[in-house]
Each structure stands twice: as structure tokens, then as C-alpha cells.
């Protein structure tokens, strides 16, 4: 049992400042967590159990999967992340420093290297794998931005896993044996996920799925079929039109077309001036828009591209970064501009650079892409590159072609699911799982070989599975409140039953001490609101806000042998007989 | 149970070649822990069992202390240890990083600063104390030679405790819960440790003690009496003589003394050529001894100070350290010499600077202090501050005088016990816990308040407390191992009994399966090594490299019904009866 007279514990009447979302704000204000600095908090007795409960249910199902916990320090060296390209690919979001003695160190974002090691020290003989081992470990990330407390922290607690097999296939089964277990646990939790596929991003790899919470105020879009298709919308892939044929299309055909900065003026100008053989109007989407994007590669150089796609298109730059190699991309500025005068601002076209423009091969020496849309035989409006010029019915494969594919234009409702399983629609997620078959990049890195069943080395293929301890913990909370405060799942509820005595009777404090006493004998957890000197309405509003799932008020009541049970979920108060109450909490 | 045909771990022949202790070597060898980088370590399945013992032994008393268990960052932002001076004071030892924004954080090395700014966020008033509250965290240090593996590491687990009272006798009670939890720990752990007194070194504070283990292996020295007195040699304060009258004392004399460079050759020459009345030999205790020390504190500019002592004393650095606040103290150099031309190297006295000498009071600008032994009266072969001269006879308090006092000379086997409970004796100790009253510095510095009974806002008195997990549990493998490996303590062995099944027979392997299961049945952890395929020579080896405290060994006579039980500590291998054993293991 314990008693709220004697806990560290203090609740804030207040909304702390900083705090933008509901779980930042709720959990600081029942004295879960306090902010240390941005992003990164330190732990109160009450955030301890709760988390302490979800590291409890990770674990078992940790070992269900069969994975070994092992524990590896924050602090780490350079010069394994150098040998995977991560300490330069993590850029600002890696704290870096240096001991005394000028050596290089991080404070891991995550561990995929020091496993590798720690697998290669141990490891030798095929015999010794399949091998999963997991980490619950304080993680960091200088984020630009630490908001939202625990949602997206720069020191968080994260339960990372990583599998090494010989083969694919055992690759395979152990992706499974995680995916089970996140599918375990987060069902545990109440948590309604979404399984999507997921852009292998940074880590580079093969298969990649994300645990999606569907969720308004989600960070993430993911879109769906309701044939069964659902994927990150980074991961979503265009599915490529048939060729149409060309034969008897009209002529390429230069036109005026000064004051049209935008698509929409450039349509308006088309209407008034282009003919049209079908009787339609022009659309946004008959123009062909060239997105101009300065793209700065991993170590390297920045480089002007040329992104053409159709007009009722925008550039997403998430799906920009994935298709450029986790590049760091933004729209070319007037600088760049000025050191390539061959792009004509507001009239660039397919035809790069040239006078003439048609039929003409000249160069700007800026590659120039295609959306997949763009496929031979369809016929665009676009960019003659001279000045308030614009070129009409321009033809895929006859007028124009391109150095290659981006598929990089934003995805919305409607679009086709590309395993053909119907139009999809866009929604919005958290992220709180990541399974992902790295296969053998971290392996090849560090060395990580093994003797296999003919004595030939063969380099280990591994996992990587993580699941943001703290971060759900937050979700939970976002998931599970009202407007007086939080509601905890049971699974993970610091206390089983908050009970409160009300009043300044003796003899209510007593029924109450007894009911605790026979609640912690039927195996619940108790928090006791004992203090004598706090008024009723203090103590309804901290319990309130607190969250234990179930409230037990002791009260004038007592007497007769009657206490109320509030149920915070369901919204109910019921007034119960004492000596039935310890079997409500019987496990 | 954990079967070893699937467990993680590797036992390895050979030595790591950084491991200068039995600790450090037997743990990495017997697959607790894998080095990182310097002082840093990863931690496997059987260390992180061990650790996890030690810390619910830990976290079981200071629940019985009355402590609330709480979790801050390792990553902490310099503010409030600017504000407490520790920033500065910490010095290279203390890991400095910068994020994103240039905002500069650190990794903390201890936590005072953070436990007083939640406390003053969340206590206002006498009646929210006293109050406890502990964590087990990860902390770091930069040290310059990190070795002994967990005895000294980079990266380290530690308990610190926080007691913050309103009135000294609350922190004394506080100070005394804690050091209770101590002593319990320690018992509990089988740890013959010696309480001392300690100084207070860095932190500033009143009562400090430190819990030392005494071993000839350990790093501090400490003294004690055969009457009960206890200290670090840090905190030895030497017994003040009571002074001699020095009427009718010769008067002094300088006398020539060239080739004399040693207190050695100084004592030889003084018995060729100076008379004495009391027919005894001049000794080198009768010599006063000036040594010139660089002081730098915290902070501050470096400053030449000479100490004189009696010529059969050493300046001991540490004891300087803690006499000078905390300062950088090293041996002056040829540099700083060149700076004061009045120190004349080699025959420098405590009339400092003059070329008559005697009676004048000439001065170089450099302080003067003294032994505390030096008390007036006392007469004294000294340097004469010229060139190959010293000076004889030389009385304190008649002669020369000083600017203060320095207890900084080694302490030695014999020396007085302050409080006069007999000669004491010195011995070598490690540091295995550390409780302290830091008084009111830190809630000063960070501005911890509350209000009291009469309404005035009052600074609250702390105490801080501090085991070191990791350091520990090294300690107890440097304790209890023996040339084939570790013999744990029960209350932290990773397991209970250590069944090893040997042979190719499966009539024998069901055997052990079937009593393994009723091991666990007993209440008993098992570790079961079930590997079909390793010879009993290296199962043998491996399960008393493992250091689970009892082995039982089912082998052939399992046919008869016997097995045979080892126990490490004793020593003995005793032939049993299988039907009995589950008995020995029960709780």
C-alpha cells in the first residue's frame, strides 16, 4: 500500500508552459515526469511505475519471441559508426564529444553497430545462430525541435532488438518472431495499430514495416487500401501507366504565355488561347510543372535537379528524401538560379536550355526526371525555357525524354494502391514500432562473419526491432484522458485502485484503512489518499487527474457500509456495499 | 531455467590483455561483460542477472530507509552546476558536450544539483519533509586512466541517495537512516567493511563517512586505533603538542653545510659538526623540512607556498588537496623557482628571503605554513636561506613564525589518534559506500526554500549518499574467485545451481532434466547445461569459470541414483543422492 501522505508526489493546478500536447501537459501535471531540459525529463515515482509496468510487458514477450535482454552503454565510440557511414549520416541529430583525451564519442541513437561487435566477439559458427538479443536502454537524439514531451524527447527509453541469422530465410523467421511480439504487446496495451510498409530510409535494407497508431494529430502519413494495402506514405510507389501510342498527335507548338506564374493562370491562360480537339477543358493536371531541387547527397556535393511531374502535383519532400538516398533536399533558391542561367524561372520545360528548344539536344548540365505518369505518349503543357513562353501538346518519348524516374510527387485519396487492391486513402499515424530486415550492410561494415555448415565465412544478415518505451507511454496518455485528467490502461495503471477518505471521521479513516488492507490481500495495488487535512474536492481532483483506472471513495457512507467506485473510463459512480468491494479487484 | 545450449554467452581461455585485476579478467572471460571502449562496457545476459541482484538488494533497503525511488537524465544541462561551482570544480573528469543550438550540457557525474531543483519544484514547506528520495542510474566519469574494468570505469551504475531536511538534527536522523541501509547492504552482501570519517573533500559539507573494505589491493589508505578510531588518511588531523618552554634554549647558529642536498646527508654532517647536550644523535626528525609546493585552486592563479614539517616527514599530495580546498597541488618546479630568486633551492628555511637571516623579516612574497607539530619552542636544523648554509638551533616562536598552519605530512603506523584512543595504524582500503552531509550548500546555491512553521522561508540542510553498483559487484568477484574462477556470494549469484548433465547417455541428460525441473521447483534458479556436445572437461571448466555458488553434476552414477554437488566456496564435491538434492536447494 501506498500512502499519499508520505509519496513523493505534487500536482500542478497549472498547464506547464511548454507543453503543446495533452500528454506533455497531463503527465507533468500529476507529477509523472519534470522537465530537466527541452526534450528530456527526469522520473517521479508515479512515471517510474508506469513505465516500469510497459518495460515488464515488453520484456515477457521478449522472451516469448526468444530474444536474450543484454544491456549497452550510452557512451560509444567513433569509430564503429564510421565504419557503417552513421556518423556522418546522422548529421546534427547525434550528440557528439570528446573525452580528455581528444577521442571522438556519441551518445547512441540507436545500437545496430555495438550489437554487430558484441555478436562478432561472441559468435563464430553458424551452429551459434539463429541469435536475438534486446536492450531496454536510455537512447539520444539532438532533435532541432524537442516538443511534445515524451512523444519526441532528446533522451527516451527505447526497447531495441536485433537478429542475426545465416540465411534469408532465417532472417525472415526472425522478423516474424518480433513481428508476433509487437502484435502481442501492443494489443496488451489496447493499442489499435496499423501494420504499414515502410521506406527502409537511412538504415538501408530490405523488408520494413511501421506500428502505426491511426490518430489524428499523428506525425506520419500512411495511406490504405480497403483492399488490404497500407504502407508509409514515403513506402507508397506509383504504379506506372501503359505507353500510349503517338501516331497522329498533334505538333509540338510554342505559345505566348506572359503574366502565368502559377499552374492555375498558366491553365486560365491555355483555356483562352489553346485549341482542343475533345471539347474538354484544360487542367491542372494536362501541364507538366518542373520542380526545381537543390539536392546535397550524404558527404556530397550539392546538386541542381530537374523533377518534371504533373501539374495537379506537388514535390513531397519526405518521399523526395527516400527516392534521393536520404539526401538532404530543399527547393533550388535564387542562388542557385543565378549558376544555372540556362533555367528560365516560370517557363523551364523538358527541353533543357536550348534556343530553338524542340527537337534540339542542348544542356543545362541539371539532370532532369520524370514522374512515373510521364510515359510515352502523354502530351503537356509546359515550360518552352524563353522567357513567357510556354510549349503545347508535348509529347513523352517524341518531344522529350529524361535522365531517369523520381517518383516523388505527393500521394492523396484516390490514388491507385499499387498491388492493384483499389484506390487508397491518406491518414494520419504515430509511429510506436519499427521492424525492419537490415540483412547484411551493418555485417559487412564491422566483419561480422560466420563459419557456415562447409567451414566457408559467411557474412551474418541481421534484424533491427524497436519499439519507444517513453514514447508510448506518452501515446497512452494522449489515447487515455479527459478533461480532468489521465485514465490508464490497467495493464499499465500505477495503482490498481486509488482510494480516497473523505472527511475528518476517525472512523471513516479506519473502514478505509481496513478496505486498503483487504484490496492489497486481493492483489491489488493501492494508492491510499490518507492525508486528513486535504478538503474532498482536492483530493476527487487529484485522483482525477492521477489516472488510477478506479477510484474508491470512503466517505459519511461508510457508516452504513457503502463506499462509491468510479469507474474513469466508463464515466460511472457506483455506490457498492464495502465488503463486496475487494472482490471488484480480485485478480 | 536457462538452458546453456541456449543462452548467450561465451566463455574465453585466454586473459583480455587490458585486465590488470582478477575482477575485470575473470568477468570478461566468464561472460559477464564486454569492453566498449576504456572503462566502458556492454553487459551480457549473466552480468545483467548479477547487477540486477545487487540492485533489489539496494533498492529493498532503501525502501526500508523510508526513500523514494525516482529517475533522472544522464544528460544535464550546465546551469545549475554553474550556479553550485561544479561545473568548474569537476574539471576533466567531467564529460562536456554541446547540442545542436551550442547550448552546453554534461554527462552527470553525480546528481545533487538535479535532486535539489526537483525538490525545490516540488516541496514548499517544512510539513513536505524530511524526505528521501534514491535512484540506480548510469553515471560518468572522465577518468584519466580508466582500468580495473567495473573498479573504475568511464560508465558505471550507482545508487545515490538525497535527504533534504529542514533542521540539522533532521538531517542527522536522515544521515543515520541511510548509514543503517548501509550497514545492512553490506551485511547482506557479506561485506567486512570499516566505517571512517571522510573528508569532505570537493563537495563542502559537515559528517562525512565512507564504508571501506580493507584489502591490500584497495586504493585508499585509511588509519585506525586499536580504540575504535576510524578515518580516511585524508581526514587525519594530527594531534597538536602542547608548547615547550624555550628559556635558556641555545641561541641559533648558522653553519656551513655544503654537499648536503638529502635530509640524509643533512643529519651526517649535523652529527660531524654540531655539538648537542644531551648526548644523543641528531635524527632527521630533527630537522625541519621546507617544502615548496605550486598551489593552483579551483578557479584561481597558481601560487608557490612552502610548508615546513620535521625533516622524517613526506608532504602527502592527497592531504594537501583536501588542506587547500580542492586545489591542484604539484612539487614547484625549476619554472617557478626561476620566479622567486629569494627561495634558495636546497637550504631554504622559515626565515624566508633575508640575506642577514636571523631576527629579520625580510620576504620573498611567498606564504609560509607549518606542520602542526611545529609548536613553539621546538628547536630545529633548518636551511639558512644562503647558499650551502643551514642554520641550527632554530626555535619556533622564538625564531621564526609562520602564516598558518598545514597538516599535509604523511601520516605513518604509530602516529597518534586524535581523539586519543592510541596509536594508530594504517591500512589499505576501496571505497564501497559514502554517506554525507552536505549541509545547506547546494539548496544555497540553487535557492531550495521552505517555508516553516512560523511562515519564514527557511534553506533546507542536505545529505547525500552514494554505493557504486558496478564497483561492487567487481568487488565482490575480487572477494570471492579462486584460480579457476568466480565463486559467487548466493544473495547476487546469477543462478542457484549450475546442473551439468555429461556424457552422450540421454537416459543421463533425462535425468537432469527431470531434476532440474524440480530444482526450479524448489524455488531454485538453474543454469543447465544440457550442451550435448561438449566434453565434461569443458563444461566442468566453464561452470567453474561461471561462479554460480553450488554445481551439481549428474553423470553416470545417475544409473544408482547419484549426482554430485559441488560447492565452490568450501571447496567440496560431495556424492548425494538425486532423490535428496532438491532439498539443499529449497528456500
Redesign the interface.
Known sequence: MTRLS?????TLREDPSDAEVASHRLLVRA?YI?R??PG??????L??RVKGKLEEIIREEMATAGA??????????REPYEATGRWDEYG??M???Q??HG?D?L?APTHEE?FTL?VK???TSYKDLP?Q?FQIQ?K?R?E?RPRAGLLRG??FTMKDAYSFDVTDEGLAAAYQKQRDAYERIFTRLGLDYVIVSADAGAMGGSRSEEFLLPTPIGEDTFVRSAGGYAANVEAYVTPVPDPIPFDGAPAAAVFDSPNTPTIETLVAHANAVLPRTDGRAWEAADTLKNVVLAVTPIGGERELVVVGMPGDRDADMKRAEVVFGGADIEPATPADFAKHPGLVRGYIGPVLGTEAVLGSEGTTGVRYLLDPRVVSGTSWITGANIEEKHVAYLVAGRDFSADGVADIASVRDGDPAPDGSGPIETARGMEIGHVFQLGRKYAEALGLKVLDENGKLVTVTMGSYGIGVTRIMAILAELHHDDRGLIWPAAIAPFDAHLVATGKDPAVYEVAESLAAELEAAGADVLFDDRPKVSPGVKFGDAELLGVPRIVVVGRDAAEGFAEVWDRAAGTKDRIAIAEIPALFGS
Open positions: 508520505n509519496y513523493f508526489l505534487k507529477g519534470r530537466q531540459s528530456v525529463f527526469g522520473w517521479m515515482p512515471g517510474l536474450h535482454e543484454v544491456h549497452f552503454p550510452a557512451l560509444l565510440p546534427e541529430t550528440f557528439r564529444l573525452d580528455r577521442a564519442h551518445l555495438a558484441m566477439d561472441i559468435v541469435l538479443l536510455d539520444y539532438d532541432a532528446r533522451e
